[in-house]
């Protein structure tokens, strides 16, 4: 089944057609009207209420469908997660730096949402996972204590904010650290800021990559004096180059950067936000909620299950989502039966030229909805194909 699938016009998305999002939509809707002044952040696959995609062919939402047909989902989708689509599937392009965050554990969700609905609106986590589809940029997870401690003694504003907390135990360093940072008073850190950003204009290139400075300059034009743009020395700095992927547990802190990325995740929206953004920020409940373990830029990298010689499963331990990774050349392969799920799938187009059912168009943004245990057959594969899966992990990962 065909879907049409809705834009989120957020305000850190690329512009017209510097979004791989609107070039996507644009191939495959006749009635998408491009604007160059519009940011087109996110493409959103799925039955979130704030969302939904619906049938192409019927207008009806792909929710209703899933209501009526449970069985689409697979016995065991369906039964574990009460007749309902357990992910969310996403396109991103980002121009400009998501807030600082970390998403709360299922249990922490629920509790968060019975005390503060208006904020937190759903009851359930909202483990994540990244693909880039072009070099991409991210914050993740708190680097090595080492070279945070290294960073705080020798960036003199930065050790001012800290106040000597940096001689404390390792554990206690980086929370109280972490912390002072985030709530450090506004004018303070405008001063801080400013500060930094001036001596950093007076590096040479090696003095800048050991600082991040550009980094630091461009979040600063982006968030001027935000208290997260400090968060560079405390969190990895990745650049993924495309078919990488990144992984994002429960109270992982993180921030999405620059560029394009495929992202599936369970399907809530609860975020706890505590730098880089205009919007509300609960630095309290963050710093609290945090997985405080130092690691390297290279343990963040998750790696994919090889499948068949087409295919990558990227398979987090959550039961809620799976990506499969498809790339079919077409020089030597004209044909390929994708593998057989047990979970219902979303599956997206990025790239290529193919057919599918012998006589169906698979062309960029083309976004199907497949059935358990359906198995779609492609065809005339004229231009390298690479599409996108998302799952329900329900084989290999146990409720």
């Given at each position: 089944?065909?879907?049409?699938?809705?834009?989120?016009?957020y305000a850190w998305g690329k512009k017209g057609s510097n979004s791989l999002?609107?070039?996507?939509?644009?191939?495959?809707?006749?009635?998408?009207?491009?604007?160059?002044?519009?940011?087109?952040?996110?493409?959103?696959?799925?039955?979130?209420?704030?969302?939904?995609?619906?049938?192409?062919?019927?207008?009806?939402?792909?929710?209703?469908?899933?209501?009526?047909?449970?069985?689409?989902?697979?016995?065991?989708?369906?039964?574990?997660?009460?007749?309902?689509?357990?992910?969310?599937?996403?396109?991103?392009?980002?121009?400009?730096?998501?807030?600082?965050?970390?998403?709360?554990?299922?249990?922490?969700?629920?509790?968060?949402?019975?005390?503060?609905?208006?904020?937190?609106?759903?009851p359930n986590h909202k483990p994540e996972l990244a693909i880039a589809l072009?070099?991409?940029?991210?914050?993740?997870?708190?680097?090595?204590?080492?070279?945070?401690?290294?960073?705080?003694?020798?960036?003199?504003?930065?050790?001012?904010?800290?106040?000597?907390?940096?001689?404390?135990?390792?554990?206690?360093?980086?929370?109280?650290?972490?912390?002072?940072?985030?709530?450090?008073?506004?004018?303070?850190?405008?001063?801080?800021?400013?500060?930094?950003?001036?001596?950093?204009?007076?590096?040479?290139?090696?003095?800048?990559?050991?600082?991040?400075?550009?980094?630091?300059?461009?979040?600063?034009?982006?968030?001027?004096?935000?208290?997260?743009?400090?968060?560079?020395?405390?969190?990895?700095?990745?650049?993924?180059?495309?078919?990488?992927?990144?992984?994002?547990?429960?109270?992982?802190?993180?921030?999405?950067?620059?560029?394009?990325?495929?992202?599936?995740?369970?399907?809530?929206?609860?975020?706890?936000?505590?730098?880089?953004?205009?919007?509300?920020?609960?630095?309290?409940?963050?710093?609290?909620?945090?997985?405080?373990?130092?690691?390297?830029?290279?343990?963040?990298?998750?790696?994919?299950?090889?499948?068949?010689?087409?295919?990558?499963?990227?398979?987090?331990?959550?039961?809620?989502?799976?990506?499969?990774?498809?790339?079919?050349?077409?020089?030597?392969?004209?044909?390929?039966?994708?593998?057989?799920?047990?979970?219902?799938?979303?599956?997206?187009?990025?790239?290529?030229?193919?057919?599918?059912?012998?006589?169906?168009?698979?062309?960029?943004?083309?976004?199907?909805?497949?059935?358990?245990?359906?198995?779609?057959?492609?065809?005339?594969?004229?231009?390298?194909?690479?599409?996108?899966?998302?799952?329900?992990?329900?084989?290999?990962?146990?409720?």
């Amino acid at each position: 089944m065909e879907l049409e699938c809705k834009v989120q016009n957020y305000a850190w998305g690329k512009k017209g057609s510097n979004s791989l999002v609107a070039a996507l939509i644009g191939n495959v809707d006749k009635n998408f009207n491009l604007s160059k002044d519009v940011p087109y952040a996110e493409l959103w696959m799925g039955t979130h209420v704030n969302a939904p995609s619906m049938i192409k062919n019927s207008g009806e939402s792909l929710s209703s469908v899933i209501s009526n047909h449970p069985e689409y989902l697979g016995e065991m989708v369906s039964k574990m997660f009460s007749n309902q689509l357990p992910f969310l599937f996403k396109v991103l392009s980002v121009d400009k730096a998501l807030s600082i965050q970390a998403h709360p554990s299922k249990k922490h969700a629920e509790d968060l949402h019975a005390k503060y609905p208006d904020i937190y609106k759903d009851p359930n986590h909202k483990p994540e996972l990244a693909i880039a589809l072009t070099p991409f940029e991210a914050l993740c997870g708190f680097r090595p204590i080492n070279e945070i401690r290294k960073f705080v003694k020798e960036i003199p504003e930065l050790s001012s904010i800290i106040d000597g907390q940096e001689v404390e135990n390792d554990d206690l360093f980086l929370r109280k650290a972490f912390r002072s940072v985030l709530t450090c008073e506004k004018t303070m850190m405008a001063e801080t800021i400013q500060n930094i950003t001036q001596r950093y204009k007076t590096f040479d290139q090696s003095q800048k990559d050991l600082y991040l400075a550009d980094l630091v300059i461009r979040l600063n034009d982006e968030f001027p004096n935000d208290n997260g743009i400090l968060m560079v020395y405390f969190l990895n700095y990745l650049q993924l180059q495309p078919g990488e992927a990144i992984f994002l547990a429960a109270n992982e802190p993180h921030a999405y950067l620059y560029g394009d990325c495929i992202e599936n995740m369970a399907c809530s929206d609860n975020v706890v936000r505590a730098g880089l953004t205009p919007k509300f920020v609960d630095v309290d409940t963050l710093c609290a909620m945090l997985n405080y373990k130092g690691e390297n830029p290279s343990d963040k990298i998750f790696q994919p299950i090889i499948e068949d010689q087409f295919t990558k499963l990227y398979k987090p331990p959550v039961i809620d989502f799976a990506v499969a990774g498809i790339k079919i050349p077409s020089l030597t392969t004209k044909s390929y039966q994708l593998l057989k799920r047990e979970s219902a799938s979303i599956l997206i187009v990025i790239s290529g030229n193919a057919k599918y059912n012998k006589t169906e168009a698979l062309i960029p943004g083309k976004t199907l909805f497949i059935p358990a245990n359906d198995v779609l057959e492609v065809s005339d594969v004229t231009e390298d194909l690479l599409i996108y899966q998302a799952l329900a992990n329900i084989c290999e990962c146990k409720k």
